[in-house]
């Protein structure tokens, strides 16, 4: 049987969101904001016709589009929306890549009729269907096309080209920077050799390209002649660091805030550690102050760990090092690395069986009531001082809580 690549891309994923439990929004200028709300990080085709763009200021986009509707972000429902997404995929292909919150590759294997068309079709339609959201569905030999063909097609295309000369008029069109990996200063070093389009690309000595990009180029030169040479990861590759931080949004000097922050994201990095199955053999603790000053805290575990009194133990003595009295902080990051399989984890030999035995249904117990309850609703005491910003819920999610990039 022919085998094929496809890719999946959500239309405006945020505003598409939005208009399933809103069906106000429809047809209407759309922008969600993010970033405190400061700052429209999607908007629907209708606004991006106004003139605004993805990253502008409200203000500004206020001035272009004043009839325009702001929302804010809730990347919690986003990211129900994308699982569900995901599952109606696996439906059809037995093997998906989740490669960001609204984006998939999938293995394509035509129905009985032997028609890749029509099953970029039906994709397509099926997650309108079950999940509201439209789509743009590409199928080719090898992902590199596929996603070139998707984001040619949007909005709610469906499109399968899989031989020579049809794929030869689409790169033919489409200038080098229109491939993911190859933007302004990889496309200048190609330039100079004459090669602008993606044809242009495709048909250039495989050794020069290599000699210009890297592997990383030579990889793209297969892809774009149909060779796939980069199979579908249907699991990740394991990290070589997990983090969790960012702006505080009001700067403090306060100590009890700056360990309420600690904590937070403590608790948010170690929802991470255990959504990967890993334990953290190292944490730094980084603080960026409004004056451009910053301090860091770092220490190395003697035996990894994934549990918040450990953990916690860890941290404090690394944000005392990384705080500088009456500095005025605006950001964090907490970042574990050193990273181990938990399952290859040895046992703490100097740590009591009761103790760990404790501490571990105590996890285990917050885990349940979360799950159960909403994501924070059992938290440390020691983030009280943040009482607003766990009252807002459009915090729940901040943007790096979303496994995968972000989507536009
Ligand atoms: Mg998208």
């Given at each position: 049987m022919l085998k094929a690549v496809g890719h999946l891309d959500a239309d405006c994923f945020y505003v598409s969101a939005e208009r399933v439990r809103d069906d106000f929004l429809r047809g209407k200028p759309v922008g969600v904001l993010g970033n405190q709300g400061a700052c429209v990080i999607a908007k629907s085709y209708e606004m991006k016709a106004a003139g605004v763009g993805t990253g502008m200021p409200i203000w500004d986009a206020l001035v272009r589009c004043p009839e325009g509707i702001y929302v804010k972000r809730d990347f919690r429902w986003y990211e129900v929306l994308s699982r569900q997404m995901l599952e109606v995929v696996q439906q059809w292909s037995p093997r998906v890549e989740y490669y960001s919150i609204d984006e998939f590759f999938?293995?394509?294997?035509?129905?009985?009729?032997g028609s890749f068309q029509r099953l970029a079709e039906r994709i397509r339609g099926a997650i309108l269907d079950r999940v509201g959201v439209p789509v743009t569905v590409g199928i080719a030999r090898t992902r590199t096309l596929a996603k070139l063909i998707s984001d040619m097609a949007k909005p709610f295309g469906a499109l399968a080209i899989l031989d020579r000369r049809a794929e030869e008029?689409?790169?033919?069109?489409?200038?080098?920077?229109e491939i993911t990996g190859i933007a302004g200063r990889r496309a200048a070093r190609l330039s100079p050799w004459g090669i602008l389009t993606c044809l242009d690309l495709a048909q250039a000595d495989r050794r020069l390209v290599r000699s210009l990009l890297t592997a990383t180029g030579e990889a793209l030169w297969w892809e774009l002649n149909g060779e796939d040479v980069r199979p579908i990861q249907s699991r990740r590759p394991s990290h070589k660091a997990l983090s969790r931080g960012g702006s505080f949004g009001e700067a403090t000097h306060r100590p009890t805030v700056l360990y309420a922050w600690l904590v937070r994201n403590l608790e948010r990095l170690i929802e991470e550690l255990e959504y990967h199955a890993v334990a953290a053999g190292r944490l730094t603790v980084q603080v960026i102050y409004k004056d451009?000053?910053?301090?860091?805290?770092?220490?190395?575990?003697?035996?990894?760990a994934d549990r918040f009194d450990v953990l916690l133990d860890v941290v404090r003595p690394c944000l005392r090092r990384a705080w500088i009295p009456r500095a005025l902080a605006s950001h964090m990051h907490l970042i574990a690395d050193n990273l181990t399989a938990r399952r290859d984890t040895p046992a703490d030999l100097f740590e009591s069986p009761a103790r760990r035995a404790r501490a571990e249904a105590v996890a285990q117990l917050k885990r349940e009531v979360n799950a159960r309850h909403g994501r924070f609703v059992l938290r440390s005491a020691a983030t009280?001082?943040?009482?607003?910003?766990?009252?807002?819920?459009?915090n729940e999610y901040d943007i790096c809580d979303i496994r995968g990039k972000i989507c536009f």
């Open positions: 999938f293995a394509a294997e035509p129905g009985p009729d008029e689409l790169l033919a069109e489409r200038p080098v920077t451009g000053r910053s301090g860091v805290g770092q220490a190395t575990l003697p035996v990894p009280l001082p943040l009482a607003s910003i766990y009252r807002d819920t459009a």
